[in-house]
Nanobody, 119 residues
Framework: QIQLVESGGGLVKPGGSLTLTCVEP????????TGWYRQSPGKQRELVAK???????IYEDSVKGRFSIARDYDKKTLYLGMKNLKPEDTGVYYC?????????????WGQGSQVTVSS
C-alpha cells in the first residue's frame, strides 16, 4: 500500500517561514511525488505548486516568489519552502503522488499538514 508521510506544518506569525516535507517511505519504484495542494477554510482544494520534469515548475499566483518546491533526485521526497507567510496561506496542505503502471496511473495523497498563519 502506498503511503505519503507529511511533516513540517504548524502555527507561524505573518512574515514567518515553514518548510513542508513529504516522503514515500517504501520508495516504490513507480511512484513519483509531484506537487502540493491546499484546502483553505470554505474553499476547494487547489494546486499550490507542482514539479514539471520537462519545464518550469508551476506555482499558484498568490505564492509566486514566496514558495519554492523541490524534489529529491529519486522522486520520493518532496519539499515546499514557504516564506513571508500571510494569513491567507492558512489551510491544510496535501502532497500528491502518482503511481505509474501499465494501463494508467493512480493518484495518492498525504495525510495533510495544517498550516496556520496568525498573529
Amino acid at each position: 500500500q502506498i503511503q505519503l508521510v507529511e511533516s513540517g506544518g504548524g502555527l507561524v506569525k505573518p512574515g514567518g517561514s515553514l518548510t513542508l516535507t513529504c516522503v514515500e517511505p517504501k520508495r516504490t519504484f513507480s511512484v513519483w511525488v509531484t506537487g502540493w495542494y491546499r484546502q483553505s477554510p470554505g474553499k476547494q482544494r487547489e494546486l499550490v505548486a507542482k514539479i514539471i520534469d520537462s519545464g518550469q515548475d508551476i506555482y499558484e499566483d498568490s505564492v509566486k516568489g514566496r514558495f519554492s518546491i523541490a524534489r529529491d533526485y529519486d522522486k520520493k521526497t518532496l519539499y515546499l519552502g514557504m516564506k513571508n507567510l500571510k494569513p491567507e496561506d492558512t489551510g491544510v496542505y496535501y502532497c500528491h503522488a502518482i503511481l505509474y503502471r501499465p494501463g494508467g496511473t493512480l493518484d495518492y495523497w498525504g495525510q495533510g499538514s495544517q498550516v496556520t498563519v496568525s498573529s
